[in-house]
């Protein structure tokens, strides 16, 4: 009875290693930008594809005040990981489940890169990042090479979207769960 969750646990891990270990072969993740003041509170189903392997999540963010949160669950309800980010920095809070490489900074930038305003961005990227914006996506530039796509199917706090990280060659889905809570 337990091996759904079981085996789900050991992919999660497999995972989460994998994209922690492919920091190593790469720069690190470009520079957070600050935690949003405007507040938004939000559940998004996140598929995350990597070498043929997918993994499903239920998310959360919430965003205002100057702070960021995020969690995230697996599909039996268990949380897997915890970051919150205010001007202090990003904390990070794993399951056991998580392997010490899970690249939080990357997650985080990914989340930031697919929701936050572009001028939020732009402002925190040093000289070697450059941001990209069209009508319906965005792409991040390391040294002028292309590292990250963002493509939307309307707002991103209200509609899918999908971010293929070229440099990791991982690729996720968000669908939103609930609508946006900002009034």
Do not use: K
């Not at 995020?70 to 809070?93: D, F, I, K, S, W």
């Not at 010490?100 to 936050?116: G, K, N, R, S, Y």
């Not at 914006?133 to 707002?155: F, I």
Request: charged fraction near 10%.
């Amino acid at each position: 009875m337990c091996r759904l969750p079981l085996t789900a646990s050991l992919l999660i891990a497999l995972l989460f290693s994998l994209l922690g270990g492919c920091q190593l072969l790469a720069p690190a993740a470009p520079p957070l930008a600050a935690p949003l003041h405007h507040e938004h509170q939000l559940e998004h189903l996140l598929t995350l594809t990597h070498d043929g392997q997918q993994l499903r999540l239920r998310c959360v963010l919430e965003t205002g005040n100057g702070e960021t949160r995020v969690v995230a669950l697996n599909e039996a309800g268990l949380v897997l990981v915890q970051m919150r980010q205010n001007e202090q920095g990003l904390t990070v809070e794993r399951s056991a489940l998580l392997p010490d490489t899970f690249p939080a900074e990357q997650v985080m930038a990914d989340i930031q890169l697919i929701f936050w305003p572009a001028s939020a961005i732009q402002a925190s990227l040093p000289t070697a990042w450059s941001l990209s914006v069209e009508a319906n996506s965005r792409t991040l530039y390391h040294n002028g090479q292309p590292v990250t796509q963002v493509h939307y199917q309307g707002s991103p706090w209200q509609a899918p979207s999908a971010l293929n990280n070229l440099r990791y060659r991982y690729q996720l889905n968000l669908t939103p769960l609930s609508p946006d809570a900002t009034p």
